[in-house]
Each structure stands twice: as structure tokens, then as C-alpha cells.
């Protein structure tokens, strides 16, 4: 305990590093007095000790007011405790007999986001799953199921060639769930975006009846709500426009922009996500949870359980003592499923709806604050001139070098190289932690998000000046 409140405390400190850097082989092959390998032995309490220490000691502290390398970072304090309740507890979710607290639980969250998503209580269902990739292959599952439910017994053999779409910077696990599905990575078929990143529309359609015209068959559109790099909304209501005249499942992949449905200043931005049948929610991201904790919220209720359930009979007895709806095992893909919802649970208690949108508002304003710095400084360029919709702000640093050489296929070819310089240079100094990447024709540019409950003001000012202190003589 006392080596983790002190960890606590030290991920808290900004004068702390982010990270003690150091390379697989290293690790590999052990640091001093901590080394990796298995024993036939049991090993001292004292060494145990120094090992919990050290695992700590060389890895990430995530909850850093500094780290801003992903869409999940900070550490709530009120989510750990919920953590360490949940591993005393050590139990499955898969049934009420054993799980009985927690199941109810997730039935009352399942509840209140799907209220928040606008769909009425009588009709909705969920599941909570191990992250935002599984729980976008719960969506193309249940869209394939609900068009063809002799899938579950007969298989891909006795399907058309269908096909689903979605926007080329949708999340590259929708490829991956095609491929673990059998539908195939060919059969998804990538829609073009505007400049901003947001799907058009007008493409999708016209993908949609070319895909036809080839004798394929659509059956599933994924929309995303906060894309990964450049944190666009595609437009909802336009594309649930186009499902209700295809008769396509409507999915919507809100992993990363679900969060924003609690800010009654931003929630707009998901307009049209009550028209959907399915969507992807991470509260781990936006929200702040610690990790993991991702919910799939489908509108029509059984779906799930039709599409999944196998009626294990020395599970799933029908004639238990209790009501047997509130066993949720038959609704998953996983037999044993760990408890991700009381975390949530209680840190919904301690800060209420009204106090996630505080925070979410807050990173709204960061967000803000860094576009109009950054649009100051003839040093840096933003990716796209206007202010950023998301906690998303894409940006290159030019160091002064480049700073006046005309845009030229040389000079992105010597632009494309100063992120990664600056960005290992971050990593070896354990000073700060963002994520770079390339994207189109656009080389490598730098992704600020903010999702980090402890960034405050001064550590944008900081990031700023360390990019310029580490960049100025590349």
C-alpha cells in the first residue's frame, strides 16, 4: 500500500519524470536488482517488494499532469479505489448467482447511457466488453445477425458477398473486426472525408450503390463520433438518413467522443446518435476511467443474447432460485468477463453527471487555449486553421531551419523526420509524452489530446516550450 500511495504522489509531481526510459533488451536481459526471468524457488518478501517498486519505476506514469501520449490518460483517484475494490472482490460477471451486485450495476449504467444516447429504456440493451475494438465487432455482429440470423448456424458459406462502410479515418479495428467476422478487410469499403476529417455523405451513397451495382451486398454503415488523430464527428443525422433509405444498421463508434454526450455546452456534436442502432462508448477515454472499461449500447433489447447466447447448461440453469434475466453471460462472446463497471459506478456516485461535464468543459477550454497559442507562433502550423471541435489540436513545429523554406516536396521530406527526433528526445528525458503520425499526404505531424484530469494551463505553456527547447536545433 505504501508503495502505491507514494507512486500516487510522484505521478501527481510535475517535477517528476514521466518515465525512467530503457530498452527491450534491457529489460530483457534485467536492471539492477530487478530482473524479469522466472524462478523454481520462491522468492523473499523483501525482493517481491523491490520488484512491485521497480515495475512501477520503469514504466509510465499515465496519470502524469504531462502525459498526453493517448485518448486514456490521468489517473482518478476515485476509479483506482474502485479498482482495488473490484480485484478484493475477484469475481465474473457472467452471472448474477455469483456477481450479484455488479451485474445489477451494469444494468443501471446500461440504463443511464443509453437515456443520455436518447433511446427509451424499454427497447435498449448493452454489454460492457474489454475496450472500444471489441466492442466495435459486437456492432458489425449483431448488424450481420439482424440481417441474417442463419449466419449463427450455417455460417459465411450460406451469406451474399455483404460489405459495411465506413469513413477512411474511422478506427482501424473495424478492418480488424471484418477480418475476425470472415467478412473479409476487402468488403470494407472506406468512404472519402472532407478536409476536416468528417465522412461525406454524398460519397457514402455513392459507395453504396456502386457496391450494389457489383452485385455486393451493404448491410452495415459505421460512423465515428471523434476520430482518433483528428477528432472529427461525421454527420450523424445525414448518414442515419442514408441507412433509413438502404436499410442499413447504423453503428456509430463513439469510443473516443461518446464522453462528450455529458456536456450540454458540446453534446450537439453528436446529433443524430439517437438515430443509430448500435454504439461504441468508452468511458476510459473521455471520461476519465482507469482502464478498461468500454460499453456496447445496442437499441433493439434480446439481439445480443440471440446473436450470442448458447444456453451452457451448467451455467445458465433456467430454474435458479432468482430471475435469470440479470444473468448477462449469454449476451457476450467471453464465457468468464471481468468486472469493468464499478469504477464507474463510483466515480459517477462521487462526481455526479454535472461533475464529468466540469472536466469534459475543461478540456474543451485546454484545447482552446493551445489552438490560439500554437496560431500565434510562426514556429508551429496547425493542421487545420479553424478551432478544433474536439480536444483534438493537430500541428507540425517547424525548427528554424525550415521555418521559411516555401512548402516543397524536399522540405516535407526534412519536416517529416522532426516529430520523431523531438518526440524520442521527449521519451529519453522523460519530460513530457505526445503522439505523432503521419496521415494522407500529410507528414508526420504532432496530436495533442486533452483527457488528462491533472493538465493544467501551465503544462500546455510547458509542452510548447519544451517542443521549441528540443526542436530549435534540428
Known sequence: VNILLHYIEKTFDVKSKILDFHHPHQLLEGLDGFDLELSDRPESLEQLLVDCTDTLKYGVKTGHPRYFNQLSSGLDVIGLAGEWLTATANTNMFTYEIAPVFTIMETVLLKKMCEIIGWRETEADGIFSPGGSISNLYGILVARYKQYPEIKAKGMAVLPCIVLFVSEQGHYSIKKAAATL???????????????????????????????????????????????????????HDIADICEIHRLWMHVDAAWGGGLLLS??????????????SVTWNPHKLMGVPLQCSALLTRE?????????????????????????????????????????????????????????VQIDRYMELAKYFYKVLKKKDNFKLVFDAEPEFTNVCFWYFPPRLKHIPKSFERDQELQKIAPKIKAQMIVEGTVMLSYQPCGDKVNFFRMVFSNPATRQTDVDYLIDEIQRLGKDL
Not at 268 to 276: F, P, Q, T
Request: with cysteine; glycine share 10%.
Open 264 to 277: 450540454r455546452k458540446h453534446s450537439y456534436k453528436l446529433s443524430g446518435i439517437e438515430r443509430a442502432d
Open 182 to 236: 470472415g467478412i473479409g478487410t476487402d468488403n470494407v469499403i472506406e468512404v472519402k472525408c472532407d478536409e476536416r476529417g468528417k465522412m461525406i455523405p454524398a460519397e457514402l451513397e455513392k459507395n453504396i450503390l456502386q457496391a450494389k451495382r457489383k452485385g455486393q451486398t451493404p448491410f452495415c454503415v459505421v460512423a465515428t463520433a471523434g476520430s482518433t488523430v483528428f477528432g472529427a464527428f461525421d454527420p450523424l
Open 301 to 357: 433489447k434480446g439481439l445480443l443474447g440471440a446473436c450470442n447466447q448458447m444456453q451452457a447448461e451448467y451455467l445458465f440453469q433456467p430454474d435458479k432460485v432468482y430471475n435469470i434475466n440479470f444473468d448477462t453471460g449469454d449476451k457476450t462472446i467471453q464465457c468468464g468477463r471481468h468486472v469493468d463497471v464499478f469504477k464507474l459506478w463510483l466515480m459517477w456516485k462521487a462526481k455526479g453527471t454535472y461533475g464529468f461535464e
